[in-house]
Each structure stands twice: as C-alpha cells, then as structure tokens.
C-alpha cells in the first residue's frame, strides 16, 4: 500500500538536506596557500631533492616544489605554515642544509627567486620557535 506524504514534509526535508550540503561544501575549503623561499648551504643533488619533495609532501601532499640548482635554492608553495625544523631533520639525512627560509609575502604567487629584492621586497626570515 502507497502512503500519500504530504507536500510540506517534501520541502521540508528537501530544504534541510540542501543545508547540510551547504554546511559541508563550506568546511571543505582548503587553507590559502603560502609562497616560501628556500636557500641551501650547498648545490641539491637529484637524490636529495627526492628527500626534499617527501618531507614537504609528510607536511602537504599538494605541496609544490620548483628547484634553482644554479643557486642552490627553491621556491615551495605549501598549505598553511611551512614547519622548518621538521623540515631540515628529514633532509639532513641526505646531508642536505637549509641555510634560510623566507616567506615570499607578495601579491604575485608566481614570483622568481630574488625577483622580489630587486623590487624591494624583502621576504621576512622564518624564524625557528
């Protein structure tokens, strides 16, 4: 036997399952992305940037990682705040060394490593805590 539902519970409920997707649609924004400068105290080897791209990927598996082997430095675009120190443990078993970590505050994501000195833009130094 088929049971008539009233036409108000229809849209009663259609309404609140539109919320509840709204609701969810709304938590699943990603955290803005932040542009970072490394600089290493020797030249990256293709086996260290290997250790380079896991130890970002443990921090961000979306992270992106462009390297500048003639000076031995790269650009990391990463979700939410970059954590240095474990960072630098993970490569230094490769005998890879930070030497610096600057946070590129631009309003150019795509901004070449030392493009923003040259416009007097001075990235502020990631201090370790």
């Known amino acids: 036997m088929i049971t008539r539902v ?12 539109l919320c509840f997707a709204q609701a969810n649609a709304g938590n699943a924004q990603k955290t803005p992305e932040l542009d ?27 992270a992106e990682l462009w390297i500048d082997r003639p000076t031995n430095s790269a650009l990391l675009r990463i979700h939410g705040p970059l954590d240095r120190e474990a960072l630098q443990v993970h490569v230094s078993t490769s005998g890879l060394a ?5 946070q590129i505050l631009t309003a150019q994501p795509d901004v070449l490593i030392g493009a923003g000195e040259a416009k007097g833009l001075e990235p ?6």
Not at 6 to 17: K, S
């Open 6 to 17: 009233p036409p108000i519970r229809v849209w009663r409920t259609f309404l609140l399952l």
């Open 36 to 62: 970072y400068a490394l600089h290493f105290s020797a030249g990256i080897t293709v086996p260290q940037e290997k250790f380079l791209r896991e130890g970002l990927v443990n921090q961000d598996p979306d």
């Open 98 to 102: 930070i030497s610096s970590c600057q």
């Open 124 to 129: 502020q130094d990631q201090t370790p805590e």
